[in-house]
Nanobody, 124 residues
Framework: QVQLVESGGGLVQTGGSLRLSCTAS????????MGWFRQAPGKEREFVAT??GGYPYYADSVKGRFTISINSAKTTVFLDMNSLKPEYTC???????????????????????WGQGTQVTVSS
C-alpha cells in the first residue's frame, strides 16, 4: 500500500488561505484518483475534493473556495483553500484510490490509501 505524506496545515485567520500538499511515496504507472476528505471531532469523515479521471470534483460546501490540482507526474495533489471560515477547522486527510476513475468519488470506501491527516485551524 502506498504511503501518503501530507503537509501545509496550520493556523490561519478567518478569510485567510492555506495550501495543503500530499505526495505519494511510490510512483506507479498510470494515474490514480487522489483527493481530500476532512473530519471534525465527533463527526464522520466527509468528502472535500478529488481528481477523478482527470477532472476535479468538489463538495458543495467548498465550491468556489477550494481548488484541487495535481502535478504532471501524478504523484502530488494540492488543495488550495481560500476564504477560510472557522467551520473548516478539522483534520484534512489525503487519499488515493487504486483506480484512475471511481463512480462514487464522494465515498471514503472508494479509496484504499490514506495519509495521517493534517490539522487546519481557522480562528475567528
Amino acid at each position: 500500500q502506498v504511503q501518503l505524506v501530507e503537509s501545509g496545515g496550520g493556523l490561519v485567520q478567518t478569510g485567510g488561505s492555506l495550501r495543503l500538499s500530499c505526495t505519494a511515496s511510490q510512483q506507479t504507472s498510470g494515474s490514480h484518483v487522489m483527493g481530500w476528505f476532512r473530519q471534525a471531532p465527533g463527526k464522520e469523515r466527509e468528502f472535500v475534493a478529488t481528481m477523478n479521471g482527470g477532472y476535479p470534483y468538489y463538495a458543495d460546501s467548498v465550491k468556489g473556495r477550494f481548488t484541487i490540482s495535481i502535478n504532471s507526474a501524478k504523484t502530488t495533489v494540492f488543495l488550495d483553500m481560500n476564504s477560510l471560515k472557522p467551520e473548516y477547522t478539522c483534520v484534512y486527510f489525503c487519499t488515493r484510490s487504486s483506480f484512475s476513475y471511481v463512480d462514487s468519488y464522494y465515498r471514503s470506501s472508494e479509496y484504499d490509501s490514506w495519509g495521517q491527516g493534517t490539522q487546519v485551524t481557522v480562528s475567528s
